[in-house]
């Protein structure tokens, strides 16, 4: 462990930094939906006026004096909208020969169009990546919302799914496959009320450009919000030719002063070829608002891939220190230690990470 020790100096000599906009934790501190801060009310990607607003005035130590925060505004009918994330990574890897690697990357890079008509309450939505690697469409969808709130989407989206984090890695987004690499073709209807969401979905299952059999996605989601909390729970069934999944979660937030609590619990059963599979997957974090600007946040993740093997689990924990200290800049820092079972010696790797990350 003494290496970990020497990570976590390592993070305290540069010091802590980033709120991610895409963060749920952030709409969850202010008992907001996700709607408030972002086009597609399930989350992530391009932001309203509002979500741009607080972004740039909110969220930073020192907020720039730009005429307006809607810096990506082509007209009241035309927005535009990115993101950019790079990284410094080091990792140590305790297989039988321990290796150490440090690289720079790009992690994502993101385009968003909205062109809307809310007289009509018409949108047409596209979210592009541009990098890491070749072009890829994630999400392309055209959205009808109605007078209450309601609405219907139709095209490439993602699945509403428990909570949307921004880690792609995240045990509880890998073992799931509901993460920003799974988008899926469908329909979904979303109920909007004042305290309570619910959204219905189907979709090919497939997370390709058509399916491949005659079977469907099959899902619900609910959430409900309190003064200072939040519970919801998600219910997936996707049937194929050779096999059948079905995933139950539950996840809540619970704020308290200058602390914000979220937590997901995920159940995934599969039966393939006759033989069944039950996986439990879970996450727990706290984000500790120390200032504005400055969030600290404490991760613990655990993976059990088959729940009828003894002593297979994996856990993980993180400590990221995030700072934003301008408009549409942030910066992030952050240490992850993983145990693995001795089976998969190559899991078990302490990683240190710097990221820096532009929006707009």
């Known amino acids: 462990m003494k290496h970990v020790f020497k990570l976590f100096l390592v993070i305290a000599t540069f010091g802590f930094s980033l709120p991610v906009l895409a963060e749920p934790y952030i709409a969850y501190k202010n008992n907001l939906k996700c709607g408030t801060c972002h086009v597609n009310p399930n989350g992530g990607g ?15 130590v020192d907020q720039l004096k730009l005429s307006s925060a809607d810096i990506g505004k082509i007209s009241d009918y035309l927005q535009l909208g990115g993101n950019f994330r790079s990284n410094l990574e ?26 809307s008509a809310k007289e009509l309450g018409m949108t047409f939505y596209l979210d592009q990546q541009i990098a890491p690697g070749a072009a890829v469409n994630r999400e392309a969808f055209a959205m009808y919302k109605f007078k209450n709130n309601h609405f219907i989407k139709v095209g490439k989206m993602y699945i509403p799914f428990g909570i949307r984090l921004e880690d792609d890695s995240a045990y509880v987004r890998q073992a799931t496959g509901f993460n920003f690499d799974s988008s899926d073709n469908g329909i979904e209807v979303g109920l909007d009320y004042t305290k309570t969401t619910v959204n219905i979905f189907v979709s090919n299952g497939t997370s390709s450009v058509s399916n491949d059999d005659n079977k469907f996605l099959y899902g619900i989601r609910g959430e409900h919000l309190f003064d200072n909390m939040r519970i919801g729970s998600t219910l997936v069934l996707n049937d194929s030719d050779t096999s059948q999944q079905k995933i139950l979660n539950v996840y809540g937030a619970y704020t308290i002063a200058d602390f914000t609590l979220l937590s997901e619990l995920d159940w995934i059963k599969t039966q393939q070829n006759g033989v069944d599979n039950s996986q439990l997957v879970g996450l727990f974090e706290i984000n500790y608002q120390w200032q504005q600007g400055v969030n600290i946040k404490l991760t613990s ?28 800049i942030q910066l992030r820092a952050g240490v992850r230690i993983a145990d693995s079972i001795p089976q998969f010696k190559q899991r078990n790797n302490d990683k240190l990470f710097l990221q820096t990350h532009f929006y707009f």
């Open 46 to 60: 391009l932001r309203t006026s509002f979500g741009n607003l607080y972004g740039h005035a909110m969220l930073p």
């Open 90 to 115: 080091y990792s140590k890897d305790e297989n039988d020969v321990k290796s150490d690697n440090a690289s720079f990357r790009i992690d994502s890079a993101q385009l968003y169009l909205a062109l």
């Open 301 to 328: 993740e655990y993976f059990d891939p088959n729940t009828d093997i003894d002593e297979d689990q994996e856990t993980r924990f993180s400590l990221i220190g995030e700072y934003t200290p301008i408009s549409h």
